[in-house]
């Protein structure tokens, strides 16, 4: 089965611009879950999507949002982007809420702020 | 607010030898689970193991296995036979049973660096 796939791989962007990241989860999952995995700060949950709302929201400013679709695919949106917004952003889905169902992760895209 | 920790930066092993990587975590819920992930140089996040807090039982995966002592607040992964294959950065981490608003969430350790050598 296609594991969690997210595109683009690499992303560069300059201070003040926007960037959009995408996610499709593996088939028959219904949650999608974004963290940041920036240098030094490790890795913080961002925002959790289940059946098109969102379920929880990490500590992390508005310019961040994001959204999911009838296909439970998702997009994670990065307004304003500042340098510190430098890091690898990961994508993970899972069987829904209930059970604690484990998340499995894309490989990331790498977002470069210049 | 729930807090992982991994106390050893990085590790390294012999190929074929055994290695504990250790965590404790922070909570005051009674109903959780715990995962250990590797993230090799790909970046990609492999899930190794879970536990779930109301087993008493410690979770094993082939050369994979745990001890968990919840009393403790403990949450150790022992690698028997160590492979070159892992290599990577190992993650501990915490998630709270349904419920909440951290429900969903996994709370990460700092990761522990793991080098095998041949």
């Known amino acids: 089965e296609a594991g969690v796939t997210q595109s683009p791989t690499h992303l560069i962007k300059t201070r003040g611009q926007q960037a959009t990241l995408r996610c499709s989860p593996i088939?028959?999952?219904?949650?999608v879950y974004w963290y940041q995995q920036a240098l030094g700060l490790g890795l913080q949950f961002l925002l959790w999507?289940?059946?098109?709302?969102?379920?929880n929201r990490g500590n992390f400013p508005p310019r961040f949002s994001g959204r999911q679709f009838p296909n439970y695919s998702s997009e994670l949106n990065v307004n304003a982007l500042e340098l510190e917004d430098s890091a690898l952003y990961l994508c993970?889905?899972?069987?829904?809420?209930?059970?604690?169902?484990?998340?499995?992760f894309g490989d990331g895209t790498r977002l470069s702020i210049l | 607010a729930q807090t992982v920790t991994q106390s050893q930066p990085e590790m390294s092993v012999q190929e074929a030898e055994t290695v504990t990587l250790s965590c404790t975590y922070d909570?005051?819920?009674?109903?959780?689970?715990l995962f250990w992930y590797k993230q090799p140089p790909s970046r990609q996040m492999i899930l190794v193991i879970r536990?779930?807090?109301?087993?008493?039982q410690n979770a094993t995966e082939n050369r994979f296995s745990v001890n968990f002592q919840k009393a403790a607040k403990s949450f150790s992964l022992k690698i028997s036979d160590s492979q070159l294959g892992d290599t990577a950065m190992y993650f501990c981490?915490?998630?709270?049973?349904?419920?909440?608003?951290?429900?969903?969430?996994?709370?990460f350790g700092q990761g522990t660096i793991l080098t095998v050598h041949p």
């Open positions: 993970a889905s899972s069987l829904g809420p209930g059970r604690s169902q484990p998340q499995h």
């Open positions: 088939s028959g999952h219904t949650s």
């Open positions: 999507y289940d059946e098109g709302e969102e379920r």
């Open positions: 909570t005051s819920e009674n109903n959780y689970y």
């Open positions: 536990q779930e807090a109301y087993k008493q």
């Open positions: 981490a915490f998630m709270k049973q349904a419920g909440g608003t951290s429900y969903g969430k996994l709370t």
